[in-house]
């Protein structure tokens, strides 16, 4: 007796004591202090970023862009997480309300003759105080049972509420992770098509140059033919020529390589993309300003992706904590029963139980410790994550922003250059007839204004660039 009561007071004693771990889960947003404004030269009138559709305009785009969004690999990915996340919603929804399940079952048992309940079966039906449908078969008893039985948690701690706000959290966090891959997905298509655009253009250049350049191959040789010039003129002139075929091979390669990117981000094998013919110096990047830091907030899905994340691993910890309290489970049965077919469907079978009780954990306590530990440091992760994503896109917008504003400083000098140059060209072309120029520095001219003429055809490539990744650092593409 006294170790019995010795067993009870340790049980009352473990279930007190794991009553002492504090419940709480911190529900505030987490906020970093970010700066009032991205540059000093920043516009913070931006009330809203326009959608795609709005923001390039361009058809041919917008038809890659929708194709793109019902087709790409990585997004269709991302679909299939978004239903992982819900059918755990789902599951969790279940929590907190009580099982029910069918049961039917039939067996049978023999109880050794020395058993006390070999020996009570066979005593019992010597009894006076029973029918003869009430006496049990013998040797072998059979057990006929149709019922439900049914199970309940009742969430006294709040810890299947928190199951509940980490499978939310998960599904929010899915569904921002699917808008990063859009605004991923609309950037690089984006990218990648104005490249080709201008690509286009280059290519034309270098088709146009030599021929030019064919020409004076084949003028200079005449010139050699009629003693006016020499065969260093005609090599270097043929050396030029040769380099631009190189060039005019390698900038087709570009091409390809552009076309073969939109067509994997659009879910397709290699093919030909129809697009416009477009002047280069034509294109001008639409323009976007940037608005205000704390704006990324509510429209980077990265940073809305690493909120819900923390979230979720609020509630984990929480449920990590409450693992320690003890847990209320009420569970019960209603059925009929009997040990003869012929009384099974009696109404005097009916048979039913209930129980309820506290358990909490005595041993296993290292276990739930460990699990908490776990779940405080993937907490501080996730916390951490949180911060260097904003930290991150604040970044992104600063340096997007700088590289706006030095390209087009770029541009405009190296505009200034290659006017420059292509009256070099004429200068030593003159020079060169009077006689007071030699033909390297001719070529050397022509060499010059072809080679600036490319990088300023490369910097509008940059500028179109640096303005779609604004739009996407900015947090723009996904809606």
Known sequence: MLKYRNVCLLAIVGLLGACKVKKEIPQNRPMLAMPQKFTQQSDSLQVGLPVARVFFKDSVLITLIDSAINNNFDLQMALQKIEMARAGVRFTQGLGKPDL????????????????????NYDTNFSPNITDKQKIPQPIVPDFYLGVQSSWEIDIWGKLKSQKASAAAKLLASESGKSLVVSELVAQIASAYYELLILDNELDFLEENIVLQERAVELTRILKQAGQANQLGVDLLNAQLLSSKALKIDVKQEII?????????VGRYPQPIARPKVIWANVIPPKLTSGVPSRLLENRPDIKQAEYELLSTNANLFTAKAAFYP???????????????????????????????????????????????????????????YQKTIVNSFTEVYNQLNLIQNTNDMYDLKTQEVDVLRQSINNSSELFRSGRATYLEVI????????????LINLKKRQYGAVIGLYKSLGGGWR
């Open 101 to 120: 399940a069918g049961n039917f079952a039939i067996g049978q048992q023999k109880f050794g003759k020395y058993t006390f309940d070999g020996v009570g």
């Open 257 to 265: 390589d552009a076309e073969s990117k939109i067509n994997f981000l």
């Open 327 to 385: 847990s209320l489970n009420i569970t019960g049965a209603v059925g009929l029963q009997a040990f003869k077919a012929l009384l099974f469907l009696n109404p005097s079978s009916f048979a039913m139980n209930t129980f309820g009780g506290l358990t909490a954990p005595l041993l296993n306590r290292r276990q739930i410790i460990s699990d908490l530990m776990a779940a405080k440091a993937d907490q501080k992760m996730a916390y951490t994550n």
């Open 444 to 455: 050397t001219a022509q060499k010059n204004a072809l080679q600036s003429q490319i990088e």
